[in-house]
């Protein structure tokens, strides 16, 4: 199973950019999906997460800016973020919590991180 995340790049603030993240391979079942950032010297942490039935929550920073999705049938998960500020460079990571063919159990699967970087 790999999880290949594409999208970032460098952008002026005020800007956009789509991120998205593709899972592929042996997938039995997805559960949750999300993005977490990471930036120097600091843990990664949680900017967006939806549920299998659709409910999202986002981190205060980027609530009314970015916006996720997820396409079941492609086992896709997308982050529109709008209005971009400096404070958002960082790499970004997708996350799902799935479970592969002939398994019993989910467990957290990490995409390859893909680098964010807004201009002032």
């Known amino acids: 199973v790999q999880l290949q995340a594409s999208g970032g790049g460098l952008v002026q603030a005020g800007g956009s950019l789509r991120l998205s993240c593709i899972a592929s391979?042996?997938?039995?079942?997805?559960?949750?999906m999300g993005w977490y950032r990471q930036t120097p010297g600091k843990e990664r942490e949680l900017v967006a997460s939806?549920?299998?039935?659709?409910?999202?929550n986002y981190a205060d920073s980027v609530k009314g800016r970015f916006t996720m999705s997820r396409d079941n049938a492609k086992n896709t998960e997308y982050l529109q973020m709008n209005s971009l500020k400096p404070e958002d460079t960082g790499v970004y990571y997708c996350?799902?919590?799935?479970?592969?063919?002939?398994?019993?159990?989910?467990?957290?699967?990490w995409g390859q991180g893909t680098q964010v970087t807004v201009s002032s």
């Open positions: 391979g042996s997938i039995a079942s997805i559960n949750g």
């Open positions: 939806m549920a299998t039935g659709g409910s999202t």
């Open positions: 996350n799902a919590e799935l479970r592969t063919s002939g398994s019993r159990w989910y467990r957290d699967y």
